[in-house]
């Protein structure tokens, strides 16, 4: 019996929400009273993993798996997890998790809770609390089935170290035939993607038009940020679909999101609200978003916007 954990990696670096993953699954081996192995595939330096509990490390190394595959990673998982007997399997949420999940699940006949957001409440029966309803409810699920497969909510959990020493092992998987090949991927976001990043910077159709996002663009790199836009914005031109946020657009469950310009409709605060601090600055008092926002600044986003970054430069330099 054992707990297996994806690490997922990008160009050999582990994404954030592996460490998140891990440290997580170390909980759950702990309340199960068994060992957490963590599979990594082309990562440069799983080692790394132990210091966020990691035990046995099963690390993949083939060119061929240089490009996600849904089908082809879902069966190294599924190998994995077998020959562990894994009885909890825990992914991430991003978008590769939440495609990869449900074909582990159906490969390993388990039951699959997506957008999970808690240690299991109680492992007899194994109760989970998940995000539900676009984030606006919680729903305590049991997971009946012998094998159980989690994807776990981006910063829910949180990032916890706890070094652990531990093994490695070097694993073959089969490589699979398969239907659609990516030969290559053309990343389309700058330095910080909106998955990753720890604060987003977004702007919506109060900006007038796309000459007016320098001044966005340099506000998410005082802050180290990346950007993102309203539908609408991205659907106008304004702004590549790369950078489209909310129920039909990339989830952001950043620390901090800023909202300018961007009214608060239900679509798009049901793809952000899981962001953990919101700030809106909008000129109408009565804009949606400053019913869900933390912080909020009635304001025009050109006279609000520079003076923000004015004063987190002189802040920085302090
Ligand atoms: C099925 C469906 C799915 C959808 N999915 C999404 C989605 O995923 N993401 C999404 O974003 N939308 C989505 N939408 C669209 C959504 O309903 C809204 O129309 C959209 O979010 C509005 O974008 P906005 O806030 O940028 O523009 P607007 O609604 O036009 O709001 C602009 C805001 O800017 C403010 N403003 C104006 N001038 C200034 C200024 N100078 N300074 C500061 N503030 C100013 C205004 O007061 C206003 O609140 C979806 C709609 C449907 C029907």
New binding site residues.
Partial sequence: MSVLVFADSSEGKFKKTAFEVVSYGKKVAEQLGTTIVVLTINATDSSELHAYGAEKIITVSNESLGTFNAKQYASIVTEVAKQHTATVVVLDSSIDGLYLAPIVAVNLEAGYASNTVSLPSSTSPFTVKRKAFSNKAFSDTVIATETKVIGLAKNSFGIHENTTTGSSEVFEPTIIELGVLSEKVKRVTGTVTIADADVVVS??????GPENWGMIEELASVLGAATA?????SDLGWRPHSE??????KPVASNLYI??????????L??VNASKVKVV????PE???FKAADYGIV??????VPKLIEKLKAFKQV
Wanted: net charge neutral; proline share 5%; aromatic share 4%.
């Fill in positions: 702007a919506g159709r109060g900006l007038k836009c309203s539908k609408p914005v489209h946020v909310g129920q039909t657009g909202a300018i310009g961007i009214s608060g409709a239900i679509q798009h049901a793809g600055v909008n000129t109408d804009a949606p978003f304001g025009d986003a050109f006279e609000v």
